[in-house]
């Protein structure tokens, strides 16, 4: 049971690290032209962008899959489930939170949430394949903190 959980857990931190490099060489790279109207207006809901998702749920699908098929790789069912965990928390994050492509009212008001949410917007200021920064979509260094005004600061500022 515990060894499972490892598993979910320790996939779905890994994922950042893949998201990272997918995000800075894959969608900047050679796949810019599925990426591009992400960061440029387009109509519709859907995005050519989307189809990252959908490569990256059939991966999970093809993991659980072959755990299920074949005992010997009964650890896949559980590799694929912190892939698929990683994908519903991206797609909270950056589908409905950031990109509000979902309109539901969530609190981000939070430090956790103004970094990564700053790093993001930070990131798609550049609206070309070269010249972004800010490739993780759970995490974002310290540096895109803002100083956080503390309430005797705002009461001397009025």
């Not at 207006?41 to 991966?59: I, K, P, Q, R, Y």
């Not at 990109?99 to 930070?122: C, E, F, L, N, P």
């Amino acid at each position: 049971m515990l060894v499972n959980v490892a598993w979910v857990v320790g996939t779905f931190l890994f994922m950042e690290g893949v998201a990272w490099l997918t995000h800075k060489y894959v969608m900047h790279g050679f796949l810019w032209n599925w990426h591009s109207d992400h960061h440029n207006h387009h109509n519709g809901f859907f995005e050519m962008n989307d189809w990252f998702a959908v490569v990256f749920s059939l991966t999970a699908i093809s993991l659980i899959f072959t755990g299920v098929e074949i005992p010997e790789f009964q650890f896949l069912i559980w590799i694929g489930a912190g892939v698929t965990l990683y994908g519903l928390f991206y797609f909270i994050f950056h589908d409905i939170i950031v990109h509000r492509r979902v309109k539901i009212k969530i609190d981000t008001s939070g430090r956790y949430m103004q970094r990564i949410m700053r790093a993001h917007y930070i990131h798609h200021k550049v609206h070309t394949r070269e010249g972004a920064e800010a490739f993780g979509f759970l995490y974002a260094p310290k540096k895109y903190d803002r100083p956080v005004k503390s309430v005797a600061a705002e009461v001397k500022s009025h």
